[in-house]
Nanobody
């Protein structure tokens, strides 16, 4: 069992930055690949980024955030991060972290555990 709690969301001007954190409980955190998803109002939840099991591991990004967002993890702190730079109004959404046993998955159904989400609002 893994419990996930996101933090770090907020209101930011376009071009600004935010760093999201996702704290995990449980001793098996390092066994899971981690991902970030987002859901804008009226839209389906979509994949943003994922990282493999180990700190500094393989990362994956959706095209729209490549070069702007960076996913990382610190297994000693049971935490995964999403550094978001050069934010755009279209990045506005609720951001969720999730845990999966499958490396690099972009599919919601392959993520077993989910956090409650944190709101990111980017003003134009």
């Amino acid at each position: 069992q893994v419990q996930l709690v996101e933090s770090g969301g907020g209101l930011v001007q376009a071009g600004g930055s935010l760093r999201l954190s996702c704290a995990a409980s449980g001793r098996t955190f390092s066994s899971y690949a981690m991902g970030w998803f987002r859901q804008a109002p009226g839209k389906e939840r979509e994949f943003v980024a994922a990282i493999s099991w180990r700190s500094g591991g393989v990362t994956y990004y959706t095209n729209s955030v490549k070069g702007r967002f960076t996913i990382s993890r610190d297994n000693a702190k049971n935490t995964v991060y999403l550094q978001m730079n050069s934010l755009k109004p279209e990045d506005t959404a609720v951001y969720y972290c999730a845990a999966s046993m499958k490396l690099g998955s972009r599919t919601i159904d392959e993520y077993k555990y989910w956090g409650q989400g944190t709101q990111v609002t980017v003003l134009s």
